[in-house]
């Protein structure tokens, strides 16, 4: 019989992976005061007191800023959200050009599209797979507006070539860095390296309060267009006598009491949680760094990155074997995470299809039968604009979440031993 599991052998291991259990009784403590406090939300979509929110929010904010180092911090009901506030109050006007990362969530590439402009996807570094300045500098034109960097899979992105090239053509930044909370570049946090940073409290993110998200700015302007958009702006512009117009149709995007009062709590695990994560990350990198077939990719020099996913590229020459051959053969020697059983072993090819190849832009249709924005644009979204995501897509990146807070010693040498099982026995998938 083979040794592989894949094929009909034992797996390595037979008990689910540790959940990440990040919610205690230090946040049902939180959420049962907010209950018995009988205010659940305290925002009123008009001009007046209230229209910050109630005592849980504004704490919030108060202490997210801090922790930060930031003006403001202001809460909204997601990370989506709030770049859709970002990229609102930047003042994005329709058929603009915005800069955006064809590798991340749909979001911070589709968020120009809710002012009708229009996302242009620059490609990604080969070591660090943030975008590339160099493509970056490629796609500017005279309608390009800003751009929406994102700190991928937990690591900062190149701030000083990249805001050297929006200050260069007058651009905004605005940062996702919905995977890098608690990351630094050169000692300053991610999320604040551009002009507006965006944070997740997403309930699969390093801290959560279920759905939630914070945009922070040192920008006095800029914030408080964003607070106008995340509540109503257009039913509150008159009485607080808001002189420019431009995108202040706001919307509901905001975060109630019960969400705060557990994002404050979580606030406090941030440092412990994002330690664990970087010292599992150094114990399977130093023990897998034997095996020739993979390679662990460089930390940009001055940071220090957050591991949402621990990438890892894959040498599928060197195997004699493909690279979804041999992490379906990994995957089998392995188990899902106790909670996300559904989504079996948290190893995955890729990342996400790069952004342009999906049916909005494949189809140019975003508003109405006719695909506005997309008819009034000359932009492209062809296979092969973005080769270097292309080609870590398809052929040479993995990622795993098999280094989350919880996973104890024993359970990373299960990791490690599956990698070192089907190596040691490629030849059984070669035939």
């Avoid at 909204?76 to 709030?82: D, F, I, L, R």
């Avoid at 700015?217 to 509540?231: F, M, V």
Wanted: include cysteine; charge should be negative.
């Amino acid at each position: 019989m083979s040794k592989l599991a894949i094929l009909g052998g034992e797996k390595v291991r037979t008990e689910l992976f540790p959940a990440y259990r990040v919610i205690g009784k230090e946040e049902e403590d939180a959420v049962v005061k907010v209950l018995r406090s009988g205010i659940l939300s305290k925002y009123l979509g008009c001009w007046a007191d209230d229209f910050y929110g109630g005592p849980q929010v504004r704490a919030l904010e108060e202490e997210w800023a801090d922790h930060f180092g930031v003006k403001h911090a202001i809460s909204v009901n997601s990370a989506t959200s709030g770049l859709y506030c970002a990229a609102g109050a930047v003042g994005l006007n329709p058929e603009e050009e915005v800069i955006v990362s064809p590798y991340t969530m749909a979001a911070s590439a589709t968020a120009p599209l809710i002012y009708n402009a229009i996302p242009v996807f620059a490609d990604i570094e080969e070591e660090h797979f943030c975008l590339d300045p160099d493509s970056i500098e490629e796609r500017i034109t005279e309608k390009t507006k800003a751009i929406i960097v994102v700190d991928i899979f937990g690591q900062p992105y190149d701030m000083e070539r990249i805001n050297a090239i929006a200050k260069k053509h007058n651009l905004y930044v605005i940062e996702d860095t919905a995977q890098a909370p608690g990351a630094k570049y050169k000692g300053k946090f991610a999320g604040t390296l551009g002009d507006i940073g965006v944070f997740s409290l997403n309930y699969h993110k390093h801290i959560h309060c279920g759905e939630g998200g914070m945009v922070v700015t040192n920008n006095d302007e800029l914030a408080e267009r964003i607070r106008l958009i995340r509540n109503h702006a257009e039913a509150v512009v008159g009485a607080k006598g808001v002189k420019n117009l431009n995108n202040m149709i706001g919307f509901n995007l905001r975060m109630t009491e019960v969400e705060a009062a557990i994002a404050r709590e979580q606030l406090k695990k941030l440092d412990w949680l994002l330690s664990e994560r970087q010292k599992n990350v150094a114990f399977l990198e130093e023990h897998l760094k034997e095996l020739p077939i993979l390679q662990i990719p460089k930390v940009r020099e001055g940071c220090e990155h957050a591991y949402y996913v621990h990438p890892i590229f894959f040498d599928a020459g060197q195997a004699g074997v493909s690279r979804e051959t041999y992490i379906n053969a990994v995957k089998a020697e392995l188990m899902p995470i106790e909670l996300r059983e559904a989504e079996g072993v948290s190893i995955g090819c890729g990342y996400v299809k790069p952004l342009y190849l999906q049916p909005m832009f494949q189809e140019r249709m975003a508003y109405g039968d006719n695909g506005y924005p997309f008819c009034n644009s000359n932009v492209e979204y062809k296979k092969g604009i973005c080769p270097v995501c292309e080609t870590m897509h398809f052929e040479k990146l993995f990622t795993h979440e098999l280094m989350r807070p919880f996973m104890t010693e024993e359970d990373l040498k299960d990791v490690v031993t599956a990698f070192y099982k089907v190596y040691e026995n490629l030849g059984e998938l070669k035939k």
